[in-house]
């Protein structure tokens, strides 16, 4: 009933920019923290930055200073604008997020499908 919609990925040369959306719809009372990781090939899953509701934000070291993580609570929507990019950044980006659904009140968790980027050297 709830899902996330991930865009903006793509392929980029190092030291470029990037900047991804995730978008929240469905049965939605409201949305507590939101986040992006990233899977590399053959690595596990990691948090790149989550941000709450209030917009207190927090950043893996890696990408501390390069990446900014935003939101726009009246479109439930947030963002990832990935700056300087380096080849070390490619990955699935996957984002989340922990809502209240609107029915039961109860808090969930939902994910994105992943959007690839490709950061070429």
């Known amino acids: 009933q709830v899902q996330l919609v991930e865009s903006g990925g793509g392929l980029v040369q190092a030291g470029g920019s990037l900047r991804l959306s995730c978008a929240a719809s469905g049965s939605i009372f409201s949305i507590n923290d939101m986040g992006w990781y990233r899977q590399a090939p053959g690595k596990q899953r990691e948090l790149v930055a989550r941000i709450t509701r209030g917009g207190s934000t927090d950043y893996a070291d890696s990408v501390k200073f390069r990446f900014t993580i935003s939101r726009d609570n009246a479109k439930n929507t947030q963002y990832l604008q990935m700056n300087s990019l380096k080849p070390e950044d490619t990955g699935v980006y996957y984002c989340?997020?922990?809502?209240?659904?609107?029915?039961?009140?109860?808090?969930?968790?939902?994910w994105g499908q992943g959007t690839l980027v490709t950061v070429s050297s």
């Open positions: 989340n997020a922990v809502f209240r659904a609107a029915t039961t009140l109860r808090y969930l968790e939902v």
